[in-house]
Protein backbone atom coordinates (compact mmCIF):
# COMPACT_ATOMS: atom_id res chain seq x y z
CA UNK A 1 0.00 0.00 0.00
CA UNK A 2 3.11 2.18 1.00
CA UNK A 3 4.51 1.86 -2.65
CA UNK A 4 0.67 2.58 -4.64
CA UNK A 5 0.68 5.80 -2.11
CA UNK A 6 3.98 7.10 -3.00
CA UNK A 7 3.18 6.61 -6.65
CA UNK A 8 -0.01 8.39 -6.50
CA UNK A 9 1.52 11.17 -4.84
CA UNK A 10 4.62 11.28 -7.48
CA UNK A 11 1.91 11.47 -10.40
CA UNK A 12 0.19 14.33 -8.53
CA UNK A 13 3.32 16.04 -7.38
CA UNK A 14 4.39 16.06 -11.24
CA UNK A 15 1.10 17.06 -12.98
CA UNK A 16 0.05 19.30 -10.18
CA UNK A 17 3.72 21.38 -10.82
CA UNK A 18 3.46 20.59 -15.07
CA UNK A 19 -0.01 22.75 -14.92
CA UNK A 20 1.54 25.88 -12.35
CA UNK A 21 4.38 25.80 -15.01
CA UNK A 22 2.17 26.31 -17.98
CA UNK A 23 0.15 28.30 -15.87
CA UNK A 24 1.76 30.31 -13.01
CA UNK A 25 -0.53 31.50 -10.28
CA UNK A 26 -0.74 34.43 -9.53
CA UNK A 27 0.02 35.88 -5.73
CA UNK A 28 -2.44 37.14 -3.34
CA UNK A 29 -1.83 40.73 -2.44
CA UNK A 30 -1.17 39.23 1.15
CA UNK A 31 1.32 37.01 -0.19
CA UNK A 32 0.43 33.26 -0.95
CA UNK A 33 -1.93 31.35 -3.53
CA UNK A 34 -5.70 31.37 -3.81
CA UNK A 35 -8.27 29.78 -3.35
CA UNK A 36 -9.52 30.15 -6.95
CA UNK A 37 -5.92 29.25 -8.05
CA UNK A 38 -5.29 26.25 -6.11
CA UNK A 39 -8.88 25.20 -6.94
CA UNK A 40 -8.28 25.67 -10.97
CA UNK A 41 -4.85 23.72 -10.56
CA UNK A 42 -6.49 21.14 -8.36
CA UNK A 43 -9.06 20.60 -11.71
CA UNK A 44 -6.28 20.76 -14.02
CA UNK A 45 -4.28 18.42 -11.92
CA UNK A 46 -7.46 16.46 -11.24
CA UNK A 47 -6.12 16.08 -7.06
CA UNK A 48 -7.50 17.04 -4.13
CA UNK A 49 -6.93 20.71 -2.79
CA UNK A 50 -5.16 19.55 0.12
CA UNK A 51 -2.41 17.54 -2.45
CA UNK A 52 -1.64 21.05 -4.07
CA UNK A 53 -1.20 22.79 -0.97
CA UNK A 54 1.21 20.36 0.24
CA UNK A 55 3.38 20.02 -3.21
CA UNK A 56 3.11 23.78 -3.47
CA UNK A 57 4.51 24.12 -0.30
CA UNK A 58 7.30 21.52 -0.43
CA UNK A 59 8.14 22.38 -4.54
CA UNK A 60 8.70 25.84 -2.78
CA UNK A 61 10.63 24.63 0.01
CA UNK A 62 12.84 22.31 -2.20
CA UNK A 63 13.89 25.44 -4.45
CA UNK A 64 11.52 24.20 -7.51
CA UNK A 65 9.41 27.31 -7.07
CA UNK A 66 9.84 30.90 -6.35
CA UNK A 67 7.98 34.16 -6.28
CA UNK A 68 8.66 36.12 -9.37
CA UNK A 69 7.09 39.13 -9.20
CA UNK A 70 3.49 38.69 -8.66
CA UNK A 71 3.58 34.88 -9.94
CA UNK A 72 5.29 31.57 -8.51
CA UNK A 73 7.57 30.45 -11.43
CA UNK A 74 9.56 27.42 -11.46
CA UNK A 75 13.11 27.24 -11.45
CA UNK A 76 16.41 25.73 -12.97
CA UNK A 77 15.57 22.89 -10.16
CA UNK A 78 12.22 22.34 -11.35
CA UNK A 79 13.39 21.41 -14.95
CA UNK A 80 16.01 19.47 -13.33
CA UNK A 81 13.61 17.50 -10.42
CA UNK A 82 11.02 17.24 -14.09
CA UNK A 83 13.44 15.17 -16.16
CA UNK A 84 14.35 12.48 -13.39
CA UNK A 85 13.00 9.41 -12.93
CA UNK A 86 9.24 8.99 -10.21
CA UNK A 87 11.92 7.81 -7.87
CA UNK A 88 13.78 10.51 -7.26
CA UNK A 89 11.45 12.98 -7.87
CA UNK A 90 9.85 11.36 -4.73
CA UNK A 91 12.90 11.30 -2.81
CA UNK A 92 13.33 14.83 -3.56
CA UNK A 93 10.01 15.77 -2.31
CA UNK A 94 10.25 13.22 0.60
CA UNK A 95 13.88 14.58 1.63
CA UNK A 96 12.53 18.66 1.69
CA UNK A 97 9.38 17.53 3.62
CA UNK A 98 11.07 15.65 5.94
CA UNK A 99 13.76 18.53 6.76
CA UNK A 100 10.87 21.14 7.44
Known sequence: MAA???TAFTTHAA????TRSAA???LLKSGGVGARELSRISKAAQCD???VRLV???AYDAGLLAQDGDRVAATDGYDTWAEREPAEQLTALLHTW???
Do not use: N, Q, Y
Open 4 to 6: AAA
Open 49 to 51: DIV
Open 24 to 26: PPV
Open 15 to 18: SVLA
Open 98 to 100: RSR
Open 56 to 58: LET
